[in-house]
């Protein structure tokens, strides 16, 4: 399978880049800045130049996927807007199939986060939320299947995470986390066999 991943120098990206290169597809790391990827070489790895704000840029470099996984977030001096006008971008790029990663707590998921997640993140992210609510709806109607995830860790994957509907999540007091390690292996499960086109789950890891 030919996977081109949006965000690829993000560290859920880089996760995202090395379990799709280990479990054998064709990778097309996404990237503003491709010399950030300079350290990063195996066959079957491709780095290309693509910047949401650069609509073109994305299609040209989409074109012949079989699916695009966004690991894209908002880092500091990130433009007002990002998430939404990446979201967009990759729409109207033409992806055959999308994997989009969003936020527990945020829009769909925003009971399912839980009371403690609804009062901090409009103080925590600010004008940031409503880019991340209009980005997850922009994706989810173009028929992407949406991730929300709660706070990431930096650990090994530990195997046997779950996506669960988010219909299906009852909220709790402490937002589950996840390490972005086993955040991306789910999130690589649903690109190669999908589960929730136009629908969000949320990323659980193991109990």
């Not at 925590?124 to 609510?133: F, I, N, Q, R, T």
């Not at 992407?144 to 530990?158: E, F, T, Y």
């Not at 009852?170 to 086993?182: E, N, Q, T, V």
């Not at 955040?183 to 649903?190: N, P, R």
Request: aromatic residues 0%.
């Amino acid at each position: 399978m030919r996977i081109a991943i949006l965000g690829a120098t993000g560290r859920t990206g880089r996760q995202l880049v090395r379990q799709a290169l280990d479990r054998g597809h064709t990778v097309v790391a996404l990237a503003r800045r491709p010399e950030s990827l300079a350290g990063l070489s195996a066959p079957g790895l491709e780095v290309v130049r693509a910047d949401v704000l650069d609509p073109p840029s994305l299609q040209e470099a989409v074109r012949g996927a079989d699916v695009l996984v966004s690991g894209l977030g908002l880092t500091k001096g990130s433009a007002r807007g990002t998430l939404e006008a990446g979201a967009r971008a990759v729409r109207d790029a033409g992806a055959r199939r999308v994997v989009w990663l969003g936020a527990l707590g945020t829009g769909d998921s925003r009971q399912a986060g839980g009371p403690l997640v609804s009062a901090l993140l409009p103080l925590v992210l600010g004008a940031e939320l409503a880019d991340k609510v209009r980005a997850d709806d922009l994706a989810r109607a173009a028929g992407a299947s949406v991730i929300h995830a709660g706070p990431l860790g930096s650990g090994p994957a530990r195997g046997g995470g779950r996506l669960v509907p988010v219909a299906g999540l009852r909220g709790r007091l402490l937002p589950p986390g996840i390490s972005r390690a086993d955040l991306a292996a789910l999130m690589l499960d649903e690109a190669e066999t999908p589960r929730f086109p136009g629908a969000t789950a949320v990323a659980l890891r193991t109990p």
